[in-house]
């Protein structure tokens, strides 16, 4: 894929996996033990090869014996959440506890907000159908994306409509009280152990903002946040992670239609959202990352456009509470 | 129909502290006026009011990203329909 005197595309996010994993321990108990003062880590352990990971490296850093996974399926987990979490969990020697957040998200009303606004927009969805979000792709056009929402009835017909504002922003937050949900049980058993909560995201999640405020966002470290999705698959082969874990495609689990990352959020599929992500904070040119990886060069640009959009959009959720004025007296960051 | 537009920027969305000053020329998303909600907000203002419908082929900066160039389109659209304008 590659011209003469150029590196194959993969070596760019090449990574020495013995070394990174030492690295990100080394650093963990460091934080955890002198910084947090906390003796162990809970992970929430969705199956994804993400939080596998990250429950691996804990393992490793604290022992399985200091680490908890907890998890939190509900009612639009698909059927093989729970099995590959155990999967992982059990490899690793790791207590697992299960807590369904079904009837939390029921008393909220999540599922009952939720479809009452995808019902606004399509008025026959109802019982047994399912739906998802999703964005067109950014290759090809310089057209702004507006979500769409995708519905299917329970005999499998689809029914599309672009989605207002409001509707969409209702459809977001209802959802939003799952992985909001799923923070206040992790840290309620980190409460309860004396543990911190070690969060999931990858480089490619936490640049870019995919993640909800105070939901997945939220977190008192965050081992693998510098690590680009396709280096977090290398850890994970490293670390044995089970097989299934790795092969699986990645999803966002959080809606009724499987949905993949890149159609709700990213631009591209992880290894290619990888290698443009890389290009743009290293200074690589749309041309010169074109020949490397196979997309137009003018499809690449569109896509590092796209990074800094994203960049100015989500800030907001990087940010802590903001005060009006300095209280010097606390420090905002860790010493 | 600008004034109206202008209406609706200044009381959805932070237009600095003179939203008179906003040239029509200036892109609103690289003025941080509007991120990828806001044009979601701006299209439906757009066909609610101006009584219009924005095929998703027509969701173009050349028609959306700027003052001017969205009351050129909602014009345009308006004419193509015979809606008086």
């Known amino acids: 894929m590659s011209g003469s005197g150029t590196i194959e595309a993969p070596d760019l996010l090449a990574i020495d996996p013995e070394e990174a994993v030492e690295a990100i321990v080394a650093s963990l108990r460091e934080i955890v033990g002198k910084e947090l003062r906390r003796r162990g880590a809970v992970v929430g352990v969705s199956g994804g090869i993400d939080s596998s990971v990250t429950v691996a490296l804990c393992a490793r850093a604290f022992g399985p014996g200091r680490t908890l996974a907890v998890l939190m399926p509900e009612a639009d987990s698909s059927d093989d959440t729970l099995e590959l979490s155990r999967s992982v969990a ?45 964005l067109p792709s950014v290759l090809g056009t310089d057209a702004y994306r507006l979500f769409t929402v995708v519905a299917q009835s329970p005999n499998g017909e689809q029914v599309e409509a672009r989605l207002p504002a409001g509707e969409y922003l209702t459809i977001v937050a209802a959802t939003n009280f799952k992985q909001r949900t799923r923070k206040m049980l992790e840290y309620f058993h980190a409460d309860a152990h004396n543990y911190a909560v070690a969060g999931t995201p990858n480089r490619l999640e936490y640049d870019q903002g995919f993640f909800v405020k105070l939901g997945d966002g939220a977190a008192d470290v965050k081992p693998i946040a510098h690590l680009y999705k396709t280096q977090v698959y290398r850890l994970a082969e490293y670390l044995e992670i089970p097989e299934k874990v790795r092969a699986r495609k990645p999803t966002t689990d ?82 | ?56 082929d027509e969701l173009l900066p050349e028609n959306l990203d700027t003052i001017d160039n969205v009351v050129g389109f909602v014009t345009r659209k308006q004419q193509e329909a015979g809606t008086p304008t």
């Not at chain 1, 599922?111 to 969805?125: G, I, K, L, N, Q």
């Not at chain 1, 631009?267 to 490397?292: F, K, T, V, W």
């Open chain 2, 1 to 56: 129909m600008e004034d109206a537009i202008r209406e609706f920027l200044a009381a959805n969305f932070f237009l600095g502290d003179d939203p008179a000053g906003l040239p029509g020329s200036a892109s609103l998303i690289e003025a941080g006026v509007i991120d990828s909600t806001g044009v979601l907000e701006l299209v439906g203002y757009l066909e609610d009011t101006f009584g219009i419908r924005i095929r998703d």
């Open chain 1, 254 to 335: 959080t809606y009724s239609l499987e949905q993949t990352q890149d159609e709700f959020y990213f631009s591209l599929p992880y290894e290619q959202m990888d290698l443009c992500l890389y290009g743009h904070n290293n200074g690589i040119s749309a041309d010169d990352l074109a020949g490397r990886i196979g997309i137009a060069a003018e499809d690449i640009q569109r896509v590092y456009e796209d990074i800094e959009q994203k960049r100015r959009t989500t800030r907001y959720l990087h940010l802590g509470a903001q005060l009006v004025e300095p209280v010097p007296e606390v420090p905002a960051k860790a010493s």
């Open chain 1, 90 to 134: 059990d490899s690793l020697g790791v207590e697992a506890v299960v807590e369904d957040i079904t009837p939390i998200l029921e008393a909220v009303r999540c599922y009952e907000r939720r479809d009452e606004a995808v019902r606004r927009v399509v008025p026959e969805f109802g019982d047994g159908w399912r739906f998802k979000i999703v």
